[in-house]
């Protein structure tokens, strides 16, 4: 699959080749989470300059070093035989870059951070001392949540040496339409929807679903619930070295969230009363899998908070595969697909919530979009799902989201509207519209 959407990031790591070509060393960071296409991107540059490729594996870093020396010598690098760490391997390829333009790739960055928390600091005092006058250009990939701030923050050990810091994101709902239409130009609305849930807008996802010609919904749905396809262990192989061993409690309330449980209290009820507060912190702060959304104009101290997971992948494979888990055990593909079918159907309303309001942002006619829903102890009754405001000319689109339009309530979304504009929306025009999947156009 072709690069989409990463033209400005690509043009960054070409200034930055440029840069080293011509003068001192560069470090370029990307950073983004599994599969956001952090190393297509990085080697994109090899088609020019001599390319050093080095993926930091799970391992010791003097067998890694050991084996990026390899790399190096076959590629015709230099490299002196009593270079043990990675930081002398780095000052190496810095005194082998005074001759020759060289892009070293370092994936998997962040993995130093378990194997040696010190190798960033070694690095750094190289990098500082070696980098002038030499033409490497550095490109570091990061996968950690968190692990950006760790190794390159204004109190990290590099701190000051990155040049360039991206961050890759999923695809846009307009890049996923181009995509999709590329490889199925008689797409209809509900392909795009099946993609957008099943793949998150992951290219890695995008990229393996439209190559193996699922490009319809039901053929999408069909690879992601086959067990012999990258989509069923995935979701495991990303949580398991995240979370360690003691994940139980941490799969179970990603499962409950995933599943419409979005409440502290219904989350704590369904695992019997079960005190929670310090697991949902952890996978908040520590491991950003999951995030507070709060109703639009509520204060950032309101208990009034729905938990969401962050990821739209994770919350697929947590609502439609970890539930199921025995059925791909039996091998019983068929019905995997069914209850997959039956679910997806299910949560269409949640589906289509995530798109219009992602589609919503993307189209720039708003200064903010989210939802609104009265507290425990309010009388109103009604709830806005999606809520876009246009501070400059005070106008706003309320929208009711259903599966079909006949399933419009009109009455309880003008409750809303009506206790909105009697305090934060004084004074605004506000319209209301009722979206359904006829209204995804493509």
């Known amino acids: 699959m072709r690069f989409y959407a990463r033209q400005s990031e690509l043009e960054i790591l070409s200034s930055a080749a440029d840069a080293a070509k011509k003068g001192s060393a560069q ?24 390319t050093l490729y080095c993926y930091a594996a799970r391992s ?32 190496a390829l810095l005194l082998a870059g005074r001759t020759r333009p060289l892009t070293v790739v370092l994936d998997a960055f962040d993995e130093f951070l378990s194997m040696n928390p010190a190798v960033f600091s070694q690095l750094a005092a190289v990098w500082k001392k070696a980098a002038k006058d030499t033409h490497i250009h550095l490109i570091a990939t990061v996968s950690a949540p968190g692990a950006v ?4 923050g204004a109190k990290a050990p590099m701190a ?40 998150g807008g992951i290219p890695r996802y995008v990229r393996a679903l439209l190559e193996s010609e699922a490009s319809s919904k039901e053929s999408i749905i069909n690879a ?36 419409g449980y979005t409440g502290i209290q219904e989350i704590s009820e369904q695992l019997a009363g079960k005190s929670i507060g310090g697991q949902l912190r952890k996978l908040e702060e520590e ?29 697929a494979w947590m609502r ?25 159907k299910q949560f269409l309303p949640q589906t289509l919530r995530e798109f219009f309001a992602a589609q919503t942002i993307e189209s720039g006619k708003f200064t903010q979009v989210g939802a609104w829903w009265p ?68």
């Open 27 to 50: 470090l370029t960071v990307i950073a983004g989470r599994m599969g956001v296409g952090k190393t297509k991107l990085a080697l994109s540059q090899a088609r020019d300059i001599p």
């Open 60 to 91: 010791n870093e003097t067998l890694l070093t050991r084996q990026f020396c390899r790399d190096a010598i076959q590629i015709g690098v230099h490299i002196p035989a009593h270079v043990k760490t990675l930081a002398e391997f780095m000052q």
């Open 149 to 152: 701030e760790q190794i390159f």
């Open 160 to 199: 000051g040496i990155a040049g360039n810091v991206l961050h890759l994101e999923a695809f846009e709902i307009g890049t996923l339409k181009q995509v999709l239409l590329d490889y199925n130009p008689y797409a209809n609305g509900d392909d795009l929807l099946a993609l957008f849930a099943f793949s």
């Open 224 to 259: 992601f619930a086959n067990p012999e396809f990258l989509f069923c262990p995935e979701g495991e192989n990303m949580l398991a070295p995240v979370l360690g061993r003691d994940c139980g409690t941490y799969f179970a309330i990603l499962s409950l969230i995933a599943d």
């Open 287 to 315: 491991y950003r899998l999951i995030e507070k959304r709060r109703p639009l104009f509520a204060a950032q101290a309101s208990q009034t908070v729905r938990y969401a997971i962050s990821d739209r992948f994770l919350e």
């Open 320 to 344: 439609y595969i970890f539930p199921s888990r025995n059925l791909i055990e039996m091998a019983e593909v068929d019905l995997l697909r069914t209850v997959v079918r039956k679910k997806y």
């Open 375 to 442: 507290g425990k102890r309010s009388l109103v009754q009604g709830e806005i799902p999606m809520l876009a405001l246009d501070t400059t000319t005070r106008t706003a689109l309320a929208c009711d989201i259903r599966r079909k339009r006949k399933q419009f309530d009109a009455e309880s979304l003008q409750n809303a509207i009506d206790y909105l504009q009697g305090d934060p929306l004084e004074g605004w025009t506000i319209s209301q519209q009722c979206l359904t999947p006829d209204d995804i156009l493509i």
